[in-house]
């Protein structure tokens, strides 16, 4: 049995009256949508109720599955600790889905750096109450988000539809969030352009039940328009994946400065033309193998060193037949690693400490794969969606001033006594000089305060 039903709601405290104490009054149209999201609910007398929301214990690289058999709250972080709820939850559900999780090797599950039971929080707290009003014979299984890409939240929103079918129980899906927080200039969080688009282009596209555009949204532009809920609502619409859906936009309001938005989504059968994520992945996949086509033998070296490594623990030897410019120069280079549009790894020589650059660009790329800090090393499974790119940078030369700086033309090296940072040139988001010497400052650990000495260099960047 598939999903009954997913709610796409927001989770405002103030429209719970003992929070609001009249002040919902101001939103009172969400207020009436909420309460008949309740009644459908009541009426479909779900088994259990799947909340994913913003505010559950995050992580940037695995989604939390909240443990245990009993879930408690209250909203005395609202003044109305009278507000308290005890619910069981679905321990065979909970059990079943980490279990698949750790199967497929899926970084999902129950464990968590915190001790003790984690409390209910406000963006459950919100939809229990209206629900509690109508229906209570239900448990809960809680879910909390992560850093991981749109793509993962959907991804694990199918996984828990397939276990809530493998068990046959009747579920219904509340996504919980909020649209954008930027809404007006007179708003708790003040105006920014992409909040307004954010809600016109999410509400449009969660009225016409066209989830696959809910994994085009860009997470820059949705962290510029400060939504908490967009992640969210990819979770639950990965639940629905291949299904047809019949929507229902039953409010929107703005009038805080905060979008509040809510919908409602029923199953209608099978429908193969909505394996949103697996169209996805077929288009990235094509992009790859036609750009992996098209590169140079900078990137096809990289790329040669970085699959035969992962696959085998073996590093490569200089093959022959590549060009002098490659085998009989020397230079310092960077190889990049991206997956789906994020970085994957990154590691880099200033100077050639190689006998030529192929031997550098192997040492390189090596490193960027298995030996980032900042990143488990890259895994067999994922060869198939990386993206490299080669730098090989000119020699480095002192300047006196930031006036001599382009962030487009050339990359920094700060330095201050023994501590140095470099940032390559034309990185995404690096926008002005300030900002490019701040990060390498970062990457150095030096204080804004300490005085440095600025070195400059070019790159040929080899994609």
């Keep these: 049995m598939s999903l009954l039903a997913t709610f796409m709601v927001p989770h405002p405290p103030l429209i719970v009256p003992a929070v609001g104490r009249g002040r919902e009054e101001k939103v009172a149209a969400t207020v009436d949508a909420y309460r008949k999201v309740a009644r459908k609910i009541a009426e479909l007398k779900p088994d259990t109720i799947i909340i994913s929301s913003p505010h559950a214990p ?57 001790s003790g039971d984690v409390p209910v929080d406000h963006g459950i ?33 199918e996984l828990v539809a397939g276990q809530v079918e493998r068990l046959g129980i009747r579920a219904v899906w509340v996504a919980s969030g909020d649209l954008s927080h930027k809404l007006k200039s007179d708003g708790p969080y003040g105006f920014a352009p992409e909040g307004p688009v954010y809600d016109k282009k999410i509400m449009d596209a969660a009225g016409r039940a066209a989830f696959g555009e809910f994994l085009d949204f860009d997470e820059e532009f949705c962290d510029r328009a400060a939504e908490c809920g967009h992640r969210s609502f990819v979770m639950m619409a990965g639940s629905l994946d291949g299904l047809k859906v019949k929507s229902e936009v039953l409010s929107y309001e703005d009038v805080t400065g905060v979008g509040y938005g809510i919908c409602c989504f029923y199953p209608e059968g099978e429908d193969d033309s909505r394996h949103f994520l697996q169209e996805r992945e077929n288009r990235e996949i094509e992009r790859l193998n036609e750009l992996n086509k098209r590169s140079d033998p900078f990137v096809e070296l990289a790329r040669q060193t970085i699959e035969t490594f992962v696959s085998s623990g073996n590093k490569i030897s200089v093959p022959s037949g590549f060009p002098d410019e490659i085998t009989s120069v ?9 997956k789906q549009g994020r970085l994957r790894g990154c590691i880099g020589t200033i100077a050639p400490i190689k006998s030529n650059l192929a031997e550098e660009i192997i040492d390189n790329a090596v490193s960027a794969a298995a030996r980032d800090p900042r990143f488990e090393p890259v895994a067999e499974s994922e060869l198939k969606w990386l993206e490299i790119n080669v730098d090989v940078l000119s020699e480095p030369e002192d300047i006196s001033s930031p006036d001599e700086l382009d962030v487009k033309r050339y990359g920094v090296i700060v330095t ?17 000089v300030e900002d490019q010497i701040n990060i390498a400052r970062r990457k150095a650990g030096i204080g804004e305060h300490e005085q440095i000495s600025l070195k400059r260099f070019e790159v040929v960047r080899h994609r």
């Design 58 to 114: 995050m992580y940037a690289d695995y989604f939390h599955i909240s443990p245990g058999s009993v879930a408690r709250g209250d909203l005395g972080d609202f003044n109305a600790p009278e507000i308290s709820f005890e619910v069981d939850q679905n321990v065979e559900l909970i059990s079943a889905v980490a279990a698949k999780a750790w199967k497929m090797d899926f970084p999902a599950g129950t464990a968590s750096n915190r």
């Design 416 to 432: 201050c006594g023994g501590k140095r940072g470099l940032l390559l040139p034309d990185l995404d988001g690096v926008d002005t």
């Design 330 to 338: 020397k230079a310092g280079c960077f190889v990049s690693i991206h």
């Design 125 to 157: 707290m919100v939809p229990l109450w209206f629900i509690n009003q109508y229906y209570s014979d239900f448990s809960l299984m809680r879910i909390g988000l992560s850093g991981l890409r749109l793509w993962d939240h959907y991804r694990l929103g």
